[in-house]
């Protein structure tokens, strides 16, 4: 299977401030990948789709002002949150799509902490 | 109703013993099925990949698809106490998104 990898694995940072998730491809060229974020006990929500060279498309109800994502290369694609709160503490983890586009593959996770 | 339905338990089995998840779904146009595993502060890890009806088999995995009766399970022969994870069945129509069951969390007793 596809290999996907995110950093970092887990943050705590303070209220106002910005944090940047790194996830990359790491076996083959993805066009798309996926945000989600996962919440105790629950199952994973997601919240944007990213497109290399193109803008996200974001799920009903995230806002992509405060969840910028980007994907400027083929294996590469950043979540930034913007002005955490404690709100905002999660476990976020990154999917690519398989190159037949039939299945996904998911990153490790980043364990996000917002005091 | 949800697309997809899953019994979140826990579920909790001797080691040895043979397991059972299940789901349902809603949606006749799922093409495509998944089981992942997700251990605690993990990622999901793809186990089972399957598309139609049908049974596939993958060491001590065997995952089935009814389309019939729109219902997918996830079969664990010899179960381990390193199978204990929550699992979680999948689904997707096309080049449609990702739809996720709730998750059965799963622990095998020593």
Redesign the interface.
């Known amino acids: ?1 596809a290999v ?1 990898s ?1 950093h970092p694995s887990w943050v705590i940072c303070k209220s106002g401030t910005s944090v940047k998730i790194e996830c990359r491809s790491l076996d083959f060229q993805a066009t798309t990948m ?1 945000w989600y974020r996962q919440f105790p ?4 929500m ?1 919240m944007a ?1 990213s497109n290399e060279g193109s803008k996200a498309t974001y799920e009903q109800g995230v806002e992509k002002d405060k969840f910028l994502i980007n994907h400027a290369s083929l294996t590469l694609s950043t979540l930034t949150v913007t002005s955490a709160h404690p709100e905002d503490s999660s ?1 976020y ?1 990154c999917s690519d799509l398989a190159e037949t ?9 980043t ?1 996000l902490l917002v005091l | 109703q949800k697309e997809v339905e899953q019994d979140p338990g826990p579920l909790s089995v001797p080691e040895g013993a043979i397991v059972s998840l299940n789901c349902t779904y809603s949606n006749s146009a799922f093409q495509y099925f998944m089981w992942y595993r997700q251990y605690s502060r993990k990622g999901p890890e793809l186990l089972m990949y399957t598309y139609s009806s049908g049974n596939k088999e993958d060491g001590r995995f065997t995952a089935q698809v009814d389309k019939s009766s729109k219902y997918i399970s996830l079969f664990i022969r010899d179960s381990q106490p390193s199978d204990s994870a929550t699992y979680l069945c999948a689904m997707k129509q096309g080049a449609q998104k990702l739809v996720f069951g709730q998750g059965t969390r799963l622990t095998i007793n020593p």
Not at chain 1, 41 to 44: E, I, R
Not at chain 1, 101 to 109: A, D, L
């Open positions: 299977g996907v995110q996926f006990k629950q199952s994973l997601l789709t476990f983890i586009q039939e299945t996904q593959y998911f990153g490790p996770g364990r």
